[in-house]
């Protein structure tokens, strides 16, 4: 089945700066990717996702790479805000309707 | 805009009783899902729902697990006899098109049910 790998498990960023996260997938299979950010003790809300006819999707600070040759993706953040602070999960999965299989997580801290 | 929603928040209970987690997906979506969360863990896949039958489950959605959708509206998971390995945050989700996406299908979770074996 699909594993996905994920990091770093923490992060923290200077308030402004840039974030970047990392993820694999074993799957060559998988074709939809999304990002979800997790507050502590709320649902997982997705932020921004990909699929795989598509290299790169952007949505104002927040953007999305996919390498499908390489299968990876990342998640980059740009100017940085404390409401940033969150927990964030990549997910891989064959289609939008079928099953998510998530990665670990990675705590990310915003310093102001 | 439209949300899913989970009934209770918080549930306890003793080890071997039954529970039985609420949802209420959004209304025109047509595929459902149950993922837990163990505390400071990933999120992981238990069951997906689709026309009225479960399409795929995980190894942890053994026999002690069903799920149902009672009255068209209502999707729930059972937990027959619980287990102190149970106490987790249980998701529910759903799946379809909705006018924050874009008009592009995307997976939407609920708050969760935080259930605590004792």
Same mark, same amino acid.
């Given at each position: 089945?699909?594993?996905?790998?994920?990091?770093?498990?923490?992060?923290?960023?200077?308030?402004?700066?840039?974030?970047?996260?990392?993820?694999?997938?074993?799957?060559?299979?998988?074709?939809?990717?999304?990002?979800?950010?997790?507050?502590?003790?709320?649902?997982?809300?997705?932020?921004?996702?990909?699929?795989?006819?598509?290299?790169?999707?952007?949505?104002?600070?927040?953007?999305?790479?996919?390498?499908?040759?390489?299968?990876?993706?990342?998640?980059?953040?740009?100017?940085?805000?404390?409401?940033?602070?969150?927990?964030?999960?990549?997910?891989?999965?064959?289609?939008?309707?079928?099953?998510?299989?998530?990665?670990?997580?990675?705590?990310?801290?915003?310093?102001? | 805009?439209?949300?899913?929603?989970?009934?209770?928040?918080?549930?306890?209970?003793?080890?071997?009783?039954?529970?039985?987690?609420?949802?209420?997906?959004?209304?025109?979506?047509?595929?459902?899902?149950?993922?837990?969360?163990?505390?400071?863990?990933?999120?992981?896949?238990?069951?997906?729902?689709?026309?009225?039958?479960?399409?795929? /489950?995980?190894?942890?959605?053994?026999?002690?697990?069903?799920?149902?959708?009672?009255?068209?509206?209502?999707?729930?998971? /059972?937990?027959?006899?619980? /287990?102190?390995?149970?106490?987790?945050?249980?998701?529910?989700?759903?799946?379809?098109?909705?006018?924050?996406?874009?008009?592009?299908?995307?997976?939407?979770?609920?708050?969760?049910?935080?259930?605590?074996?004792?």
């Amino acid at each position: 089945g699909e594993n996905v790998e994920q990091h770093p498990s923490t992060l923290s960023v200077q308030e402004g700066d840039s974030a970047v996260i990392k993820c694999t997938y074993s799957d060559s299979a998988s074709n939809y990717f999304p990002w979800y950010k997790q507050e502590l003790g709320k649902r997982p809300q997705l932020i921004i996702d990909i699929r795989s006819n598509v290299g790169e999707k952007k949505d104002q600070r927040i953007a999305v790479t996919l390498n499908k040759t390489a299968k990876h993706f990342s998640l980059h953040i740009t100017e940085t805000q404390p409401e940033d602070s969150a927990v964030y999960f990549c997910a891989a999965s064959m289609t939008v309707q079928e099953k998510l299989t998530f990665g670990t997580g990675t705590r990310l801290t915003i310093i102001p | 805009e439209p949300e899913v929603t989970q009934t209770p928040s918080h549930q306890v209970t003793q080890m071997g009783q039954e529970v039985i987690l609420r949802c209420v997906p959004i209304s025109n979506h047509l595929y459902f899902y149950w993922y837990r969360q163990i505390l400071g863990q990933k999120v992981e896949f238990l069951v997906s729902f689709y026309n009225n039958e479960i399409s795929e /489950k995980s190894e942890i959605f053994d026999d002690q697990f069903s799920v149902e959708r009672p009255d068209g509206s209502n999707f729930t998971l /059972k937990i027959r006899s619980t /287990k102190l390995e149970d106490s987790a945050m249980y998701f529910c989700a759903s799946t379809g098109r909705t006018r924050l996406a874009g008009h592009q299908e995307t997976q939407y979770f609920g708050p969760g049910t935080r259930l605590l074996v004792l």
